[in-house]
């Protein structure tokens, strides 16, 4: 879904602004599109946790990043990811854990969205952590 507004003023007649403004809209409509990089509360990426029997979790975003772009452009986003690392249990569910970073096409700027878990994340017991601490310390 993408709404366009076309607003044309400086014409003599309604029936030629009406015309400007559906050429414009289909301009619009032709030659541009929506990238979907994830939508909101929707898990996308696994990232490692210590501490946890998961050891694994789910992020993703609170909101939709979704970016209108001219329609030759639509492959030449590039996505960074940067988590906070290391990630250690317990985690709440929507635990601010990152950053996506949506780099535009042809030097166009940067968009930034916060990562959040999209799951609780529990510690494992204390005998387990022990256990699992003192095998990595070997």
Same mark, same amino acid.
């Given at each position: 879904?993408?709404?366009?507004?076309?607003?044309?003023?400086?014409?003599?007649?309604?029936?030629?602004?009406?015309?400007?403004?559906?050429?414009?809209? @289909?301009?619009?409509?032709?030659?541009? +599109?929506?990238?979907?990089?994830?939508?909101?509360?929707?898990?996308?990426?696994?990232?490692?946790?210590?501490?946890?029997?998961?050891?694994?979790?789910?992020?993703?975003?609170?909101?939709?990043?979704?970016?209108?772009?001219?329609? =030759?452009?639509?492959? +030449?986003?590039?996505?960074?990811?940067?988590?906070?690392?290391?990630?250690?249990?317990?985690?709440? +569910?929507?635990?601010?854990?990152?950053?996506?970073?949506?780099?535009?096409?042809? @030097?166009?700027?940067?968009?930034?969205?916060?990562?959040?878990?999209?799951?609780?994340?529990? =510690?494992?017991?204390?005998? +387990?952590?022990?256990?699992?601490?003192?095998?990595?310390?070997?």
């Amino acid at each position: 879904d993408r709404r366009l507004i076309a607003v044309v003023n400086g014409l003599a007649t309604d029936k030629t602004r009406i015309a400007e403004a559906e050429a414009l809209l @289909n301009y619009g409509f032709t030659n541009f +599109k929506n990238v979907v990089i994830t939508l909101a509360n929707q898990p996308f990426l696994d990232v490692s946790v210590y501490g946890s029997e998961q050891n694994m979790t789910k992020i993703g975003t609170d909101k939709d990043v979704i970016i209108p772009v001219a329609s =030759q452009l639509s492959d +030449k986003f590039k996505v960074i990811y940067k988590i906070k690392t290391p990630l250690i249990a317990p985690l709440q +569910k929507g635990t601010e854990v990152g950053e996506l970073i949506v780099e535009k096409p042809e @030097n166009a700027g940067q968009l930034i969205y916060k990562l959040y878990t999209t799951e609780e994340i529990v =510690q494992m017991p204390f005998y +387990k952590r022990f256990f699992y601490n003192l095998r990595n310390l070997f």
